[in-house]
């Protein structure tokens, strides 16, 4: 079922297909045109797999994204070749379209993700998102959305003086030096947590509970051996502990990769420690 899509809507929706383009072009590699179809073929995506979100602001909405296995190689790559799950993707560029849309048009727009299944039969709203590789290779996407959605994503009133801000605009971006620039320009302002880890121990409840002032605690890091540097919690470097200016700081000495990244998470999942250990890394 189409369902008509007032202003407010639209800036949402275009905000996210372009970040969505761009996370896709991220993670897949490739370039991706992102189209938002009110319509849609009705039989576009069978046996979805979903993700739902959160949105808070005025009032909480909530909206779900699904898609099928066409849709997963243009996003996040195929095989061994795929750095994340689709789910990871759409959660990226739902992150980044709000995080623009809260600097101008939506001011106090918030989101997070939710852990739910399908949509209920009873949804607002229902458009399609057609995606389209270079290579002619195609998918779709479903987007479902609740009735308190056009309350949150309602446009602020600039004051007088003020420019109004642009709506976003939907087509992907293209290759070269003008779409690489752009992918820089969307962390402007936005700060990481950075944290240096000396190294890992594990430790039975009963040695824990023995813990107190003056005990030693051996970590798996040797002298001399490189420490992890990691933002949000992920591994993404190494480097040697120095002095700078009376502080301790880390000359970084090697970068990891996104396939590092990825092999590394997928070790973690098994293992429940994130150390780079033996995972190559360039």
């Known amino acids: 079922m189409s369902t008509p899509i007032d202003q407010a809507l639209t800036t949402f929706f275009e905000a996210w297909a372009r970040e969505l383009a761009r996370s896709a072009e991220m993670f897949s590699g490739a370039t991706v045109q992102v189209t938002l179809d009110p319509a849609g073929p009705a039989s576009a995506v069978d046996d979805e797999a979903w993700y739902a979100a959160v949105l808070d602001r005025q009032a909480t909405s909530r909206v779900w994204v699904g898609w099928s296995a066409d849709a997963g190689p243009l996003l996040a790559g195929a095989g061994d070749d795929a750095l994340a799950p689709v789910d990871d993707v759409v959660d990226q560029s739902l992150q980044a379209a709000v995080q623009v849309l809260a600097r101008a048009a939506m001011p106090g727009l918030h989101h997070r993700r939710e852990v739910t299944g399908a949509p209920p039969p009873d949804v607002a709203g229902?458009?399609?998102?057609?995606?389209?590789?270079?290579?002619?290779?195609?998918?779709?996407?479903?987007?479902?959305?609740?009735?308190?959605?056009?309350?949150?994503?309602?446009?602020?009133?600039?004051?007088?003086?003020?420019?109004?801000?642009?709506p976003p605009m939907i087509p992907a971006p293209?290759?070269?030096?003008?779409?690489?620039?752009?992918?820089?320009?969307?962390?402007?302002?936005?700060?990481?947590?950075?944290?240096?880890?000396?190294?890992?121990?594990?430790?039975?409840?009963?040695?824990?509970?023995?813990?107190?002032?003056?005990?030693?605690?051996?970590?798996?890091?040797h002298p001399g051996e490189l420490v992890d540097v990691c933002v949000h919690g992920t591994v993404v470097a190494r480097g040697e502990v120095v002095s700078v200016h009376g502080n301790y700081g880390v000359r970084i000495q090697e970068v990891m990769d996104p396939h590092s990244r990825m092999a590394l998470r997928e070790r973690t999942k098994r293992t429940g420690i994130e150390s780079p250990g033996r995972v190559p890394v360039s």
Do not use: N, Y
């Open 126 to 166: 229902t458009a399609h998102v057609r995606l389209a590789g270079t290579d002619g290779a195609m998918g779709w996407m479903r987007v479902c959305w609740d009735a308190s959605l056009s309350q949150v994503c309602a446009m602020a009133t600039p004051a007088i003086g003020d420019e109004a801000p642009s």
């Open 174 to 221: 293209a290759g070269g030096a003008t779409g690489q620039a752009a992918l820089p320009e969307r962390f402007i302002g936005v700060d990481l947590p950075v944290a240096v880890v000396l190294g890992r121990a594990r430790l039975r409840i009963r040695d824990v509970l023995k813990l107190t002032i003056g005990s030693l605690i051996e970590l798996d890091t």
